[in-house]
């Protein structure tokens, strides 16, 4: 069996025919491929840059380890699923939670790890014994109530850390990236947030230009005065260099934080292996359980080294759809610019150097689409809220993990938020369905069914946001 690294040219190798879609065992020329793999590094950049910055770990290396996860996700899969693996924005409230009680980025990454081993083996369970011994465990209530709490829990990151910083700003960029998100078409859309960003460091530089420094609060309690846009950074920053590693921690407290990120990334990966499937024409059921285990392993990779986790990101679905080419070399090329920027200091500077005001914009956003993803579980999923078998477990589980409610185990070991609302809702459901009267128990569409649907007449959708990102 081959490793899916060879491929035959589509037509003259220049523009595919009209209707014509380009496969992934196929390609265009060379340099029409590398201009498709920049292309797929320009798409995935907004969410895959500010997850890390999000998370306080090194862009550079989160930039680098998306190339490597990628490299790995393909040859797992043998060229059949066209996909780029960015930084999971899923993990930014893990991470945040863990830093508030009192974690650093080895605990963060070693938290992480585990989560990334849970899902490896999450997806050697698939290929085992199918999509369905996840059906069991996950239906679609279940999923959909965990990835909201996921990404609502983050709403209080974004009042009390980004948005003072600078309201203006960050208002400003919100109404940008909105109308970005929802005016602009095709390839354009996909990178809203992107251009969300490069929009909040122009304004950034005229309010300083204009108003000077700002008052406000930025990396502490304590409000100071400073400039919107610091670039000192960047000025110091080398052209060439290796990123920062370092070795992960673990310590339980923020491992049970963070293992319920696990559900949504089986979500993240169901849907768009799906999605994929539909645009592509070729049936990738068979690769789901694969498709789970690379994610895994290459998650596993990056957090060994000090990287973030990584998933699926539908921002590159959309430049397929767009464009209709699914040629897995253009993947090949996209990693490979991906490893260049991992090695330019000087870039992952400028990426680090977003204004705080900027990044409220951004994540007022970002933030409720990962909790609204939740939604779309249930939507696409045809879950009854009339039920009480579904709104009982799921509004619990809910108002748990978005308002922090915590659990004293011990004195010294609590559960709460993430952990606590994902207990709930997980055990809450499957005990209540065995007590439940036979009226009120059906049965769920099974998860591989996809959590995102995709039409490609249209200009395409989103199953995960930077996922989630990833």
């Avoid at 009209?18 to 390609?27: I, L, M, N």
């Avoid at 490597?68 to 993990?91: D, E, H, K, N, Q």
């Amino acid at each position: 069996m081959g490793l899916g690294v060879r491929w035959t040219l589509h037509g003259d190798g220049r523009t595919p025919a009209p209707g014509a879609v380009v496969r992934p065992d196929e390609r265009l020329s060379w340099p029409r491929t590398a201009g498709l793999g920049a292309q797929h590094v320009v798409a995935m950049f907004g969410a895959s840059f500010v997850a890390p910055v999000l998370m306080g770990l090194d862009p550079n290396l989160a930039i680098m380890m998306s190339g490597v996860a990628t490299v790995i996700f393909l040859l797992a899969t043998r060229g059949r699923v066209p996909s780029y693996l960015g930084c999971s924005l899923s993990f930014v409230g893990v991470a945040a939670a863990i830093r508030a009680s009192g974690g650093d980025s080895a605990v963060v990454t070693g938290a992480v790890f585990v989560v990334g081993a849970a899902l490896f083996l999450a997806g050697l369970a698939v290929q085992r014994f199918g999509a369905r011994i996840i059906h069991a465990a996950m239906p679609p209530v279940v999923t959909g109530a965990v990835v909201m709490l996921i990404g609502f829990n983050l709403a209080p990151v974004t009042a009390s850390t980004y948005w003072p910083q600078d309201q203006w700003t960050a208002l400003l960029t919100m109404a940008f990236t909105g109308l970005a998100v929802v005016c602009l078409r095709g390839f354009w859309s996909r990178i809203a947030i992107f251009l969300g960003l490069v929009f909040g460091y122009g304004i950034s530089w005229i309010f300083d230009l204009v108003f000077g420094k700002i008052h406000s609060t930025v990396g502490g309690p304590e409000a100071v005065d400073h400039w919107r846009l610091d670039l000192s950074g960047v000025a110091r920053a080398d052209w060439v260099g290796l990123p920062t590693f370092h070795a992960p921690a673990f310590e339980w407290s923020a491992i049970l934080i963070a293992l319920p990120v696990v559900i949504a990334l089986i979500a993240e990966n169901a849907g768009h292996i799906k999605a994929v499937g539909e645009m592509t024409g070729d049936s990738l059921d068979d690769k789901l359980g694969t498709a789970i285990a690379a994610d895994g392993a290459a998650s596993m990779l990056s957090t060994a080294v000090g990287g973030p986790p990584n998933t699926t990101y539908s921002e590159n679905i959309g430049v397929m759809a767009a464009t209709r080419v699914y040629s897995t070399a253009a993947y090949w090329a996209a990693a490979g610019f991906a490893l260049l920027f991992g090695l330019c200091p000087k870039f992952g500077a400028v990426v680090a150097a977003i204004p705080g005001g900027v990044l409220g914009g951004i994540t007022v956003i970002l933030y409720g689409m990962i909790g609204l993803l939740g939604a779309q579980i249930w939507i696409n999923g045809r879950v009854d809220l009339r039920n009480p078998l579904n709104l009982v477990p799921a509004a619990a589980g809910i108002i748990i993990g978005v308002g922090g409610v915590k659990l004293n185990i011990t004195d010294s070991f609590e559960l709460g938020g993430i952990a606590l609302g994902t207990i709930v809702v997980i055990t809450g459901y499957h005990a209540l369905r065995y007590f439940a009267p036979p009226h009120l128990k059906r049965q769920e569409p099974l998860l591989d069914a996809g959590t995102s649907a995709y039409d490609d007449t249209e200009e395409g959708s989103s199953g995960e946001p930077g996922d989630k990102r990833g």
